[in-house]
C-alpha cells in the first residue's frame, strides 16, 4: 500500500515538474532591442522583422530621429516600440536634473511628430549609467539588458548571431546596435535561430503586460523572468459594416476591455487618433483602419483596414409636366421613392412611373436606390400654393412666398425649369426685365441705346423701356453690363428710380435704424433712407450692408414690397375725376 501511495506520489510530482511550467509559462518570450538608431540599415531591419512576424524595441537617439523621421513613423505603424534613449547620448549621470529631463523633453517633441501626441516612451539610459538623479527625472521605467554581444565592437554577423543565440533565454533583453549591417544580419539570422527554437519576439512593453507585471517609472529593468502566466497578443480588431441609406454604419469590436483607435482619413492609427466608443455613420469612399491597444506604443495588435468604395446612386430627377410630376434616375436600374408633405401627406411611395398629379402647397421628397449602389442623396421639389415648381425654394425661406408671388405674376422667372437660384447674383439684364414686367408698359419702340444690347437680347426691349423712362442710365462707355451684377445700395437706387417713375411719394429718408451708414455711398443715401422709411428695406440686425451683392432671392422679396408699396399708395390717393 505504502509503496503504491509513494509511486502514485512520485507520479503526480512528475507530472507537475513536467507539465506545469509548460502550461503556466505559456510561449518563451524575449525582447531584441536597438540602440543609438535610426541609421541607414533600419528600413533593411524593419523589412526583416516584418518578413518574420518579430517586433522589437528601438531606444532611438535625437540626433537620428531629426534624419529619419519616416523610419520612426514606420517603425511605430508595424507595432514596434519606440524608446528614447536620449537626445545625444550623454552620460545622464553628469548632468543636472534640469539638463537630463531638456535630453528627453527635446526627443519627446520631435517622436511626437510620428507617434502622435499622448505617446509614454520607456527610457534606456546611453552607456547604461543612471544614479537616483536620472531615475527620479526621467520619470518613466528605464529598461536595461541582460545579454549584450557587443556587436558595435566585433562587426561580424556571424559572431553577434552566435552570441544572441548563446546567450539568449526566456524573458531576456537582448541589446544591439541598428548603426552596422554586420549587426543587421546578425539579428535577423539570431531571430529565424530563435524563432525555431520557439521563442516569441515581442516588445519590451508586451513581455512585462504578459507575464502581468507593471512597470514603474523611475525603477530599472534588465529581463522579465517567467512569473508563470501569459496573458497573450492582442488580436486584431474587427470591422464590421452595414449599408444605411446613404453611408454605412461602422461597428468596431475587440477583445473585452481592449482600446480600439482607429481613423477614417487614410492617416495612420496614432496616439492621438480616435478612440472608438461605439458605432458610428461614413460616406463612401472611406478607408477605415483600426488597431487594438493597451498602448499604441509596442502594446498593441496588427492593424486592420478596410476600404468601401460602394457609390451612391445618382439623386431622382423630378420634373412637373403638363400631366404631373415624373421622377427619372440616371442610375441603372434604380427604383424611386418618395414623399409628399404639405396640404397631401402621403407616407413613403415607390414610384411605379405614372406621373403624379399635385396639390398646390406641397413638398416632395425622393431618393433612389439601386442595386450595386448606396442610396442616392434626397432631392426635393415643391408644387407651390400659386403653382410654381422649385427644386431649390422651400416655404422654410424668408423669400418663398415672395418668389412665389413673383414668378406667378411673370415679374421674375426660373433660369431653367424648377430652377429659380434664390442664391445667386441678380444680373443689371434680370433686375431691368424684372421692373418691365413690372410695369405692365407696352414694348416700347426704338433702338438700343448701348452698344451691348443687341435686339436679338432677352432684356433688349426693357433696358430701352428702362433707359426711356429714366430708371436705367448706363456707363459713360455707352454700354450697360446687362450680364453684371448689383449690390444692395444699386438695387435700391434702381427701385426709388422705378418708385419716381410710377409717381409714388415716399417718406422722408430715414437711415438712423443702420449702424454701417458711413459705408452708404453718397449717391444711394436717399434711395436707401427712402426706401426704408417706407419699409420696403429693413436691412438685418442693424446692418444695411450697401456693398453685398443683391441676391435673386433678396431682389424678389423687395420687388414684392416696392409693388405692394405702389399698390397702397394708389388706393390711398384721392379720386380724381
Ligand atoms: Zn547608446
Known amino acids: ?178 548603426l552596422y549591417s554586420t549587426t543587421v544580419d546578425g539579428a535577423l539570422a539570431a531571430v529565424d535561430d530563435l524563432q525555431a527554437q520557439g521563442y516569441e519576439f515581442v516588445t519590451v512593453s508586451e513581455l512585462f503586460r504578459r507575464r502581468g507585471v507593471a512597470l514603474k517609472n523611475g525603477a530599472v529593468y534588465y529581463r522579465c523572468s517567467s512569473t508563470g502566466k501569459d496573458l497573450g497578443a492582442i488580436s486584431a480588431p474587427k470591422i464590421s459594416v452595414t449599408p444605411k441609406g446613404e453611408q454605412y454604419l461602422v461597428t468596431l469590436s475587440a477583445q473585452e476591455g481592449v482600446p480600439i483607435y482607429y481613423t477614417i482619413d487614410g492617416t495612420p492609427v496614432r496616439q492621438d487618433s480616435t478612440q472608438y466608443t461605439g458605432p458610428f455613420m461614413v460616406s463612401t469612399p472611406v478607408t477605415i483602419q483600426a488597431t487594438a491597444a493597451y498602448d499604441l506604443n509596442g502594446s498593441r495588435s496588427e492593424t486592420v483596414f478596410q476600404t468601401l468604395t460602394q457609390p451612391q446612386a445618382q439623386p431622382p430627377v423630378l420634373s412637373l409636366e403638363e400631366d404631373g410630376l415624373t421622377f427619372s434616375c440616371s442610375t441603372p436600374e434604380a427604383s424611386v421613392y418618395y414623399t409628399v408633405t404639405g396640404v397631401q401627406d402621403t407616407s413613403e411611395q415607390r414610384y411605379d412611373g405614372a406621373a403624379l398629379s399635385l396639390d398646390p402647397g406641397v413638398t416632395v421628397t425622393a431618393y433612389a436606390k439601386a442595386p450595386g449602389f448606396l442610396q442616392s442623396a434626397a432631392a426635393t421639389a415643391v408644387y407651390s400654393p400659386s403653382k410654381n415648381f422649385f427644386c431649390d425654394v422651400f416655404p422654410d425661406a424668408w423669400y418663398f412666398d415672395a418668389v412665389d408671388s413673383i414668378c406667378a405674376e411673370g415679374i421674375m422667372e426660373c433660369t431653367e425649369p424648377g430652377c429659380f437660384q434664390p442664391d445667386s447674383p441678380v444680373t443689371r439684364g434680370q433686375l431691368v426685365m424684372a421692373l418691365y414686367h413690372a410695369s405692365g408698359d407696352p414694348v416700347p419702340g426704338g433702338h438700343s441705346p448701348f452698344q451691348d444690347v443687341s435686339t436679338e437680347d432677352a432684356c433688349a426691349d426693357a433696358v430701352l423701356w428702362a433707359y426711356s423712362n429714366g430708371i436705367v442710365l448706363g456707363y459713360d462707355d455707352r454700354s450697360f453690363r446687362p450680364q453684371n451684377s448689383i449690390t444692395r445700395q444699386e438695387l435700391a437706387v434702381f427701385l426709388h428710380r422705378f418708385l419716381r417713375w410710377n409717381g409714388t411719394d415716399l417718406p422722408r429718408p430715414d437711415l438712423s435704424g443702420y449702424r454701417d451708414i458711413a459705408g452708404i455711398a453718397h449717391w444711394a443715401r436717399k434711395p436707401v433712407g427712402e426706401l426704408t422709411a417706407g419699409h420696403i428695406l429693413t436691412g438685418s440686425n442693424g446692418y444695411f450692408d450697401p456693398t453685398a451683392t443683391a441676391s435673386r432671392g433678396q431682389t424678389a422679396a423687395l420687388l414684392c414690397r416696392t409693388l405692394e408699396y405702389c399698390q397702397q399708395s394708389i388706393s390711398a390717393s384721392p379720386v380724381s375725376e
Open 1 to 178: 500500500m505504502k509503496r503504491c501511495v509513494l509511486i502514485m506520489l512520485s507520479a503526480v510530482l512528475l507530472m507537475a515538474l513536467f507539465c506545469s511550467p509548460a502550461q503556466a509559462t505559456g510561449s518563451k518570450l524575449i525582447a531584441l532591442t536597438f540602440d543609438d538608431g535610426p541609421g541607414q540599415y533600419t528600413d533593411q531591419l524593419l523589412d526583416g522583422l516584418k518578413a518574420r512576424g518579430a517586433k522589437a524595441t528601438f531606444f532611438v537617439l535625437g540626433d537620428c530621429v531629426q534624419y529619419h523621421q519616416d523610419t520612426v513613423a514606420r517603425a511605430f505603424q508595424e507595432g514596434h516600440q519606440i524608446g528614447e534613449h536620449s537626445f545625444s547620448h550623454p552620460d545622464l549621470t553628469l548632468l543636472s536634473r534640469g539638463e537630463i529631463q531638456k535630453q528627453f523633453q527635446d526627443l519627446t517633441k520631435l517622436l511626437d511628430h510620428a507617434c502622435g501626441s499622448g505617446t509614454r516612451y520607456m527610457v534606456r539610459p546611453p552607456f547604461g549609467k543612471t544614479n537616483d538623479v536620472v531615475e527620479q527625472a526621467v520619470g518613466a521605467p528605464l529598461i536595461q539588458w541582460n545579454v549584450d554581444p557587443l556587436d558595435w565592437a566585433c562587426r561580424d554577423a556571424q559572431e553577434v548571431k552566435r552570441c544572441l543565440v548563446n546567450h539568449a533565454s526566456d524573458g531576456a533583453i537582448l541589446l544591439a546596435h541598428d
